[in-house]
């Protein structure tokens, strides 16, 4: 065996040794680092003893080295207590009380005279200065010198960490800067374990928390048990927790850069002298963390000089390198101000991108500004985002912004999208301008939308098609998702369908056919009706590499389509149903009108009469005239019934055979009407009907008649001269059961001539020239003037032409003649 014993050993030395050698340069880093601090109190020292006492600063330091060594104080400690002198306290003691007797007879001997109110005031600030002012105004002196020659936050915090016995140090420090987005970066602490410190490396922008609070009040904060400290929990948890609680903001001029907390675990002494001095050291600490952060930006900001000698540019340069890593124009922008008003913005630093749209806009890429690229889109728009973006930090992303030519130093119109940021008290922005293909781009879109079709793409060497949002929203709804993959396709078309689909695909990718296929969809697209179309691309051998094609949802347009065709069966019923009513019209109405034996001439008149049904609307109305002869004479009827049709028709036949069942009974006109309205009435018929009833007796050439909603009859002499018979028109048949009518008797001449017609509701004429001759009834009255009454067919024109009788509506007439 082998005794790896003393290789282990050998081994281990140098790793002890390595630990000691790291240990001791530590160690001398940290005297090293001590002593320049002390080192600028001791020299601000050394000038109070040689202004005060007209030394030389060799004299003053031995001086405040035999100081030290008779009063065994350290010499940082005198130093800092002569320096604590020269605060602007105005009841700090003078420099005399400070030394001792030796310096005192050195003083006396001085040349200069004494001022004549020295030593009363000397006296005076003696009998008004107390120990405890005394030690912080040193204190406060030490840490200022040792604030300002902190080179790190942590060495910052270490130095607040670290104080005197003069008050009391502080458990735990913790000091942040103030991100862009409003939340505070921790930077350096004290007093607090590493897992702890990564836990607050970020604070969020939560009210609960006093340094928060501290930071967007810009109001220092001073907590206690007693003072509001149980307002704030998380700060009773480690490492945060103590007595008292100090949060503060650091502000620089007039920004807040970022904020301190510090905390002890016992109360501070009572009494505001303490405080006070504790608060004017963030004064200090704020100026040297600015001094800081600007240290930070000059290393990490690079400008280019000397380019001909070949200077290279720091290492640090990571802000400018990831602007020129932008795809985009990218450009760092400081705010310009003119009496305290926010005026444009200019270019700190741009890329090679963004240089270019200076150069096109004609501005100087070197003394670009915001205005001047963009004057109209900069003040309207842009200025104000980027002012808020200054104001309150949260980012601001502005979409579809247009830059008009006319106006905006671009060589054409341009669409912009800009995303600015808060960097330090700086906005950085980030902008694309859409090219053509991005127009069309988003018009394709728009279009595949509006029309429902979704596209893809298919690469056969690819394992998923590359869908476009519109498909992949087509199959997920709003849901988020990033492609349909091709197992999904297929389980979404309905299984009855799928072996249909899948021989049309086959043909696409084998043979190279194009694809159109429709298909009921299933999974995600169940009930949905699609139209795929795709076609193949082929290389130089004819092989398919790819598919290319769109998936259309057409379920509304088929379920258009469906109700359409339904409804054009239903018209087509309605059709053959209306042409039966109307053929059925036909023939009821031939069996109403009297036939030509039962009209020409009867006992004492001569009759003619006519019905003109409507050819152009296919339908039948429900008038009809009619004439019998009776025991004594002639029963003359013309009557028209509401509605068209068929059931028109049936109530008309009603009517006929009631008023001639009455008649028959020797029952007077108006007797007639009152009874059929009784009947008509009891019958509930949905129809009301116009009824002229009229009996003629030859013996005495009598001609009685009553009208229920009809026109009076128009009576013409052998002359051809027209009156209208006087007599009372009641209301239609079917409206008022009680309604009775009554007749009116004239008696004819030999000669005479009398028409009963329909279209009363025609009768007051429709134009401006039949209302100045007294409206169509007069045209009827006058017809004798122009036609000869002999001509049954030229009456019946001149009737539907006067009265304007619409191509629609039926006319029917009746011409009666006395020979």
């Keep these: 065996m082998v005794d790896r014993a003393p290789a282990e050993g050998s081994s281990a030395e140098p790793a002890e040794a390595l630990a000691a050698l790291v240990a001791k340069l530590r160690a001398e880093l940290t005297g090293v680092r001590t002593a320049m601090r002390n080192r600028a109190v001791i020299e601000q020292a050394k000038g109070v003893l040689v202004e005060r006492l007209g030394i030389t600063p060799d004299q003053g330091f031995d001086q405040l080295v035999r100081l030290s060594q008779r009063t065994n104080i350290k010499l940082i400690e005198v130093a800092a207590a002569i320096v604590g002198t020269t605060s602007p306290d105005p009841n700090a003691p003078d420099v005399v009380n400070l030394i001792d007797d030796e310096l005192r007879q050195h003083v006396a001997s001085v040349k200069k005279p004494p001022k004549p109110d020295l030593v009363p005031q000397t006296a005076r600030k003696r009998a008004s200065r107390t120990p405890e002012v005394e030690a912080l105004q040193s204190q406060h002196q030490l840490l200022t010198a040792r604030i300002a020659a902190a080179r790190s936050y942590d060495e910052l915090c270490d130095v607040l960490g670290t104080a005197p016995t003069a008050w009391p140090a502080p458990t735990t420090v913790l000091l942040t800067l103030l991100d862009p987005d409003g939340a505070q970066r921790g930077v350096g602490t004290y007093g607090v374990p590493g897992e702890v410190r990564s836990r607050w490396s970020r604070i969020p922008p939560d009210p609960g928390l006093p340094l928060v609070v501290a930071v967007q009040d810009a109001e220092t904060l001073w907590l206690t048990a007693r003072t509001g400290l149980d307002r704030f929990p998380v700060v009773g948890h480690p490492p945060f927790s103590g007595d008292t609680l100090l949060a503060s903001p650091l502000i620089s001029g007039e920004r807040v850069i970022g904020g301190i907390l510090m905390t002890w675990a016992e109360g501070l002494p009572a009494g505001e002298e303490l405080r006070r001095y504790v608060s004017a050291l963030l004064e200090p600490v704020a100026r040297q963390v600015d001094t800081l952060i600007g ?43 003119e009496e305290g008003q926010l005026v444009d913005f200019r270019v700190e630093y741009g890329n090679a991108l963004a240089r270019q749209i200076f150069s096109a806009a004609r501005v ?90 979704g596209s ?17 929203r087509l199959f997920h709804g709003g849901r988020d998702a990033a492609a349909v993959p091709v197992d999904e396709l297929a389980t979404s078309v309905h299984p009855d369908d799928l072996l249909g689909v899948q021989d049309a695909v086959r043909r696409t990718i084998v043979e190279g056919k194009q694809l159109l296929a429709e298909v009921r969809g299933a999974g995600r697209v169940n009930g949905r009706r699609l139209r795929i179309t795709a076609e193949p691309l082929l290389d130089d051998t004819g092989n398919v590499t790819a598919v290319r094609g769109t998936v259309q949802d057409v379920t509304e347009e088929r379920a258009i389509e469906a109700r359409l065709r339904r409804a054009e069966e239903a018209l087509a019923a309605q059709r053959h149903r209306l042409a039966d009513e109307r053929r059925a019209a036909e023939a ?55 509605d068209r049709g068929l059931s028109s028709m049936t109530t008309a036949a009603r009517l006929r055979y009631a008023v001639r069942a009455y008649a028959s009974l020797d029952m007077a006109p108006g007797d007639i009407l009152t009874a059929v309205n009784a009947m008509l009435c009891a019958m509930e018929v ?134």
Aim: with cysteine; proline share 8%; charged share 25%.
């Design 686 to 819: 949905e129809h009301t009907a116009c009824l002229v009833v009229a009996r003629y007796s030859p013996a005495t050439r009598e001609l009685r008649w009553a009208a229920a909603g009809q026109v009076a009859p128009v009576r013409y002499d052998a002359a051809g001269q027209g009156t209208v018979l006087s007599g009372p028109l009641g209301l239609p048949l079917g409206e008022v059961a009680e309604m009775r009518y009554t007749d009116t008797a004239v008696t004819l001449e030999p000669g005479d001539r009398v028409l009963f017609y329909t279209g009363g509701q025609y009768a007051g004429g429709r134009s401006r020239g039949d209302r100045r001759r007294g409206g169509g009834l007069d045209l009827v009255r006058r017809a004798g003037e122009t036609i000869d009454l002999t001509d049954f067919e030229a009456v019946v024109t001149h009737l539907v032409t006067s009265l304007n009788v619409p191509e629609d509506e039926d006319v029917c007439a009746m011409l009666i003649h006395v020979p």
């Design 295 to 337: 240290d930070e930006i000059a290393s990490a900001w690079f400008h280019v000089q000397g380019e001909e000698s070949g200077q290279a540019a720091p290492a640090q340069v990571w802000l400018p390198t990831v602007v020129d890593a932008l795809h985009n124009p990218g450009a760092l922008l400081s705010p310009v101000y």
């Design 456 to 472: 893809f793409s298919w690469e056969l060497r690819d394992p998923e098609p590359r869908c476009s949002p519109e498909l992949i």
């Design 588 to 642: 009821l109405q031939k069996a109403l009108l009297p036939t030509d034996p039962e009209l020409g001439r009867m006992e004492g008149i001569e009759l003619c009469g006519r019905c003109r049904s409507p050819e152009r609307v296919g339908t039948v109305d429900g008038d009809w005239y009619d004439a019998a002869p009776i025991p004594g004479g002639t029963i003359l009827v013309l009557g028209d019934v509401d």
């Design 364 to 453: 100087d890429p070197d003394e670009a500004t915001l205005l001047a690229a963009y004057p109209a889109l900069g003040s309207a728009t842009l200025l104000p985002e980027f002012a808020r973006v200054l104001q309150d930090g949260r980012p601001r992303r502005l979409e579809g912004l247009r830059a008009d030519p006319r106006t905006d130093g671009v060589p054409g119109p341009q669409t912009l999208s800009v995303h600015a940021v808060r960097l330090w008290d700086r906005v950085f922005a980030v902008w694309r301008v859409a090219t053509e293909a991005d127009l069309q781009y988003d018009q394709l879109l728009q279009a595949e939308r509006i029309a429902g079709i």
